[in-house]
């Protein structure tokens, strides 16, 4: 008797997929976990990593998804989450309730995360600052 499954089988290993400049932000690199092709895009499962030093964040932006998550494996960032700031360092994980107002706005040179969102193709909205953002450390005053 065979039963069928409601999602695929999937096992990604690093070789299989690189770090890649084509995700939502410029200054960082993401790498597919093979989560939204397993699953139809009911999940996406990303690792995403500091590419550039930080400059401006994010901007104040929500998220249209159902549900999303983000796990520091790496470093640090400094995110606002409405007028609240928030340190994420590693081994802290996030669950960001839909339609959250944040901003990431600093992070360090080896802040490396893996991020997990329903839908697969939510969507990223821009929204009116709560309030004032603090200035970024800036990788050479990390450094020094």
Known sequence: MSTELP???????????????????????????????????????????????????????????????????????????????????EGDCVHQAPGIVHYLFDYSPDMEYIEIVSPADFTTVGAEAPCEVPAITGWKSVAA
Request: glycine share 10%; proline share 4%.
């Open 7 to 89: 999602t695929q089988f999937s096992h990604v290993r690093p070789p299989d997929t690189a770090y890649e400049d084509q995700g939502l932000r410029d200054f960082f690199l993401y790498r597919d976990l093979g989560i939204a092709q397993a699953t139809g895009g009911k999940v996406l499962a990303q690792l995403v990593k500091a590419h550039h030093a930080p400059e401006q964040g994010t901007g104040w932006h929500r998220h249209e998804a159902d549900f999303h998550i983000v796990i520091m494996l790496k470093g640090w960032a400094r995110f606002m989450y409405g007028d609240k700031e928030t340190l994420v360092a």
